[in-house]
């Protein structure tokens, strides 16, 4: 799984609004164990303000080509999990990772105006020849359970 997310920068992240999901497209960075991703947001945005009022979170991370060849080649990582403003204890080693995979956004990540979020992750689903899924649950470690990704409401 780690060798999944090092590649990709960013990722489609669906974020609760009062009544309806909201699609953003962010920047993100994940530590090796692969517990929590860190994103960079103003804090004046939709985004922080869905986060902050219902903080559940589901990404997709991909590696499409918007080719044919995609339906069998493409892989698709789901992130379901919780996401949270950086404590000032935290904000060193998140900015760490994320300045380590996003260079060219440190002035973006740093600015006043910006905060940094993190994601504590509680699964991820890989899709890969477009219908085999696995579960991987970074507290286990451990792939399991193939078969279609459950129906959430």
């Known amino acids: ?45 939709r985004k922080y303000r869905n986060l902050m009022t219902d903080p559940r979170v589901a990404l997709l991370v991909d590696n499409r080509t918007n080719q044919p060849e995609d339906v069998k080649q493409a892989i698709a990582v789901t992130v379901m999990g919780v996401a949270e403003e950086c404590s000032p204890a935290e904000t060193g080693y998140f900015f760490g990772l994320y300045r ?31 219908q085999e899924v696995r579960e991987y649950s970074p507290g286990l470690r451990s792939f399991f359970r193939k078969g279609p990704p459950p129906t959430v409401y």
């Not at 260079?103 to 994601?119: G, I, Q, R």
Request: glycine share 4%.
């Open 1 to 45: 799984m780690r060798g999944l997310t090092r590649p990709w920068k960013s990722s489609y992240g669906s974020l609760i609004m009062p009544c309806r999901p909201y699609l953003s497209l962010m920047a993100f960075a994940a530590g090796d164990d692969l517990r929590f991703l860190v994103v960079a947001t103003p804090r004046a945005s």
């Open 100 to 130: 380590d995979k996003h260079p060219y956004l440190v002035d973006f990540a740093t600015s006043l105006e910006n905060v940094l979020v993190k994601v504590q992750v509680d699964r991820y689903y890989l899709v890969s020849r477009f």
